[in-house]
C-alpha cells in the first residue's frame, strides 16, 4: 500500500532519525512511502502537529510526541486536524489526554541491524559514556555534578566521554576542570556510535525530558550497562533488572529557545546520580550481568515490531 509521506528534512534531530528508520523498514511490511501526494488516500506524518496543515489525504495519520509534559496551546487546531495521533509512550499519551485527544501508542526502537550485542571486555580506565551532551535537555550539567562528587578524583582509575555534534569552541568552560572527562565532538555515523559504545564501560543518560529515547535502547543493545533518569518516556522501559535508575525530584520548566513551554521537565537527584556511578564503577561484575540481560531484554523494541504494528495500522484504516 502506497501513502503519502510528510516529514522533516533535518537529518539530526529525533524526527529525523525515525524519518530514515521508516523509510528503511516500512516497505519490508508492505507499506511504500512516497513523499510527493499523487491522491493517495491515506497522508502519513511523521512531524510535530503544525506540519498537518501541509497534509493532502483524505485520512491524516499524525505520528508525533511530545518532550514535556504539557501539550502547548499552539498545538490544539493542528491535532484537531488530525483523524488519527500515533504516539511512542505512554507518557506522551498521557500530555495528549490532558489536553482532550485521544492516542495510540506505538513505540519506536533500535536498528537491530548496527546495534547487537557483544561480548563485553572491561577498560582501563573504566569509561562512562554520554551523547548528546551540551544540550540542556540531556541532563549533562546534572551528570557533570554528579561526576565531581564521585569518580572526578584521581585516585580512581575511571573517565567519562561526552560526546556531542557542538563544535569544540562551544563547549562549556567547566568542562575543562575535569582531567579525567574528554569530549568527542561532530557528527557520526550510526556504525560509528556502535564502535564506541563497544570502547566503553557504561552508559549514562540522566535526561530531563524525552519522548521516547532512544539512545538507552541502543546501548543496552549492544550489552552496555545503563543508568536513565526514572522519569518521563524512560519509564515505559526502566525495569530496575535491566538498567540503572536515578530517581528525578526536582520540577523544572519545559522551555525551548524557540517554542512555547511544554509545561515541566524533571531533573534528576545529582547526589543519588554520583552514588550509582560509583556502585557501577565498584561492582563492575553486576553491571556487566546487567548489561548482558539488557541486550535480551530490549529486543522487543527492535525495529522490526515498529514497523510492522504501523503498517498493521495503517492497513486497518
Not at 199 to 210: N, Y
Not at 231 to 251: L, T
Not at 291 to 310: C, F, M, R
Request: negative net charge.
Amino acid at each position: 500500500m502506497e501513502v503519502n509521506f510528510l516529514t522533516t528534512t533535518n537529518k539530526s534531530n529525533g524526527y529525523g532519525m525515525t524519518r530514515e528508520y521508516f523509510k528503511k523498514y516500512l516497505p519490508r511490511y508492505g507499506i511504500e512511502l512516497n513523499p510527493e501526494y499523487t491522491g493517495q488516500d491515506i497522508t502519513l506524518i511523521l512531524h510535530i502537529p503544525p506540519a498537518i496543515q501541509h497534509a493532502k489525504g483524505k485520512i491524516k495519520v499524525l505520528y508525533t510526541m511530545i518532550e514535556g509534559d504539557t501539550v502547548p496551546d499552539s498545538w490544539i487546531p493542528f491535532l484537531k486536524m488530525a483523524d488519527y495521533i500515533i504516539v511512542p509512550t505512554t507518557f506522551v499519551q498521557r500530555a495528549f489526554d490532558r489536553a482532550g485527544f485521544k492516542t495510540s501508542v506505538i513505540p519506536l526502537g533500535y536498528d537491530s541491524s548496527v546495534f547487537y550485542y557483544v561480548d563485553r571486555v572491561e577498560h582501563h580506565p573504566y569509561t562512562f559514556f554520554h551523547y548528546e551532551a551540551f544540550q540542556d535537555r540531556k541532563g549533562w550539567q546534572d551528570l557533570l555534578d554528579a561526576w565531581f562528587l564521585s569518580l572526578h578524583e584521581e585516585e580512581y582509575d575511571a573517565r567519562l566521554i561526552l560526546k556531542t555534534i557542538k563544535p569544540y569552541n562551544e563547549i562549556p568552560d567547566e568542562v575543562q576542570q575535569f582531567c579525567n572527562v574528554k569530549v568527542i565532538s561532530g557528527e557520526l555515523p550510526h556504525h560509528t556510535l556502535f564502535d564506541i559504545l563497544n570502547e566503553v564501560d557504561c552508559f549514562v543518560f540522566p535526561s530531563r525530558g524525552e519522548g521516547f529515547s532512544l539512545p538507552p535502547l541502543e546501548a543496552m543493545a549492544v550489552g552496555l550497562p545503563t543508568i536513565i533518569s526514572k522519569a518521563h518516556s524512560h519509564m515505559d522501559y526502566y525495569d530496575e533488572r535491566f538498567m540503572y535508575g536515578v530517581d528525578c525530584d526536582i520540577q523544572i520548566p519545559a522551555k525551548y529557545q524557540n517554542w512555547e513551554s511544554q509545561g515541566h521537565f524533571m531533573r534528576c537527584n545529582v547526589d543519588e546520580l554520583a552514588s550509582v556511578l560509583k556502585r557501577v564503577y565498584i561492582n563492575r561484575e553486576e553491571a556487566k550481568e546487567k548489561g548482558k540481560l539488557s541486550a535480551e531484554y530490549v529486543k522487543k523494541y527492535d525495529y522490526n515490531n515498529t514497523a510492522e504494528k504501523i503498517a498493521k495500522f495503517l492497513c486497518q484504516l
